[in-house]
């Protein structure tokens, strides 16, 4: 993957990486591969350029976190809280081990009921089993409006909790329109539920061969599965078709 990149930036391409991860997290990555470029947290929610200075920041209104933090203390679900890059949790759950094994940089720390709901949220995590999270999912939706709140599955196991009208999509065109890219001029590439709103906005789009159903049916091209380098795939043909 890493020589895919340097041959993308050897042509000028623009690089962004974007994950419902946390900045810093995404940062390990970048540093990996040896790329500068700007990064797309939280799913939207935060962003920064390729220097590190910060893009932009979409709080999710204070009134949302409290109702969805009551829903989790009533049912019992383990929830992460994210800060900008600073990620907080309320008590230690075998879903919060599952959470670290899945994480890279990141050291979540554990606060009070009080504090979390004393503080500014970029996203709210709820992580439980799969089955469980669409029936929290059908239910909060009844709960949060589209204009109070956005909700996404990032992972079997992950309902997540954005600002309103935020995804990766709405980020990824901030940064473009930040760079002096046309909407025509992007490609993306995504597997899961929280990539569809990028795929759709980007003039391109992409998926790699496992990704979920509805990504496979959305996308303009697909490519070998992520283990099996469909993501350099998809860079070297963005190159030579540039």
């Not at 496979?216 to 963005?238: H, K, M, P, T, Y």
């Amino acid at each position: 993957m890493a020589s895919a990149l340097a041959r993308a930036t050897d042509r000028g391409i623009v690089l962004c990486f974007a994950s419902g991860r946390t900045v810093a997290s995404i940062r390990v990555f970048a540093r990996e591969l040896g790329v500068s470029v700007p990064m797309v947290g939280c799913n939207g929610a935060y962003s920064v350029r390729a220097d590190g200075r910060e893009l932009h920041h979409e709080p999710v209104p204070d009134f949302v976190r409290d109702r969805v933090l009551d829903y989790a203390d009533e049912a019992g679900i383990h929830v992460n809280l994210y800060s900008r890059d600073e990620v907080l949790y309320p008590e230690a759950s075998p879903w919060n081990d599952l959470y670290l094994s899945r994480v890279k940089n990141l050291e979540p720390r554990q606060v009070s009921r009080e504090t979390m709901r004393q503080t500014s949220v970029t996203k709210l995590l709820l992580i439980d089993d799969p089955e469980r999270i669409q029936r929290h999912l059908t239910y909060l939706r009844t709960q949060v409006s589209p204009d109070e709140g956005a909700v996404t599955i990032s992972e079997p196991e992950y309902l997540e909790f954005l600002p309103p009208r935020v995804n990766k999509g709405f980020a990824v065109a901030k940064v473009a329109e930040d760079l002096g890219i046309a909407q025509a001029e992007v490609a993306a590439m995504g597997d899961y539920l929280n990539d569809l709103e990028m795929l759709e906005w980007a003039g391109v789009s992409a998926a790699p061969a496992n990704a979920a159903a509805p990504i496979l049916r959305l996308v303009d091209r697909s490519f070998s599965s992520n283990n099996e380098g469909g993501a350099a795939e998809f860079v070297d043909w963005i190159v030579s078709n540039e």
